[in-house]
């Protein structure tokens, strides 16, 4: 087949029209999905529990994390679930948005990358169940779990965590109710065994999940528990 873009020379025009224009004005942005007057005004969790990511005006602990440790050892969120975020990632979720991982993705890997913290050994994307990945044609935190780990160059591990069950609806229960709910829903492979890993998620709520996911982690063996979700609820 004729490739058409060497014979025209086309490339150049090509490149121009493949540039991403921002995700949220769209405005023209050297390459990146995101202008920098947006990323200056997303809703950033900066200061935030280090327990539980919950956003805090002093980046301590919360009185929670301080009287009940969760099973994980540390959490992180990049944004509060806000605009333009929250919009975003129902896009994402719900219609396929595939380019909101992207440009999320890329926004979280910039973020990673300044902590002072190691990077883990592993990503670990939160697994959707077998009938809501056929309804839904994909997983939003395997996307976003692939998009970080391209960039930060850590592998995706889509093997050693496995659901087996889709879970009730957790919308208005209390957390004792969740917690039970969602025991027996994951096991993890052994393969896990003194590994420092990071279990992805879009939306981090009450934690319940990553919580219960981080238990059985513990049980096959991980050393280091992180959980990194793009948006945390305030
Ligand atoms: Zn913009
Ligand atoms: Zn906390």
Known sequence: ???????????????????????????????????????????????????????????????????????????????????????????????ARFEQARVLGELMACELRSRARPLPELLLPVPLHWRRLAGRGYNQALLLARELGARLDLPVDTRSL???GAGRDQIGQSASARRANLRGLFSASPSLQGRHVALVDDVMTTGATFDELARVCRKAGAATIEVWSAARTP
């Not at 809703?43 to 919950?54: I, Q």
């Not at 929670?64 to 605009?83: E, T």
């Open 162 to 164: 496995r659901r087996h």
């Open 1 to 95: 087949m004729i490739d058409w873009s060497r014979v025209y020379n086309f490339r150049p025009w090509l490149d121009l029209a493949a540039a991403p224009s921002c995700l949220y004005c769209g405005a023209g942005t050297a390459g990146s999905g995101c202008c920098e007057g947006c990323r200056y005004g997303l809703p950033w969790n900066r200061l935030a529990c280090p327990g539980c990511a919950l956003p805090s005006s002093t980046g301590l602990s919360c009185p929670r994390c301080l009287r009940r440790p969760r099973r994980f050892d540390q959490a992180w969120s990049a944004f509060v679930l806000a605009a333009p975020v929250h919009s975003g990632l129902l896009g994402l979720k719900y219609h």
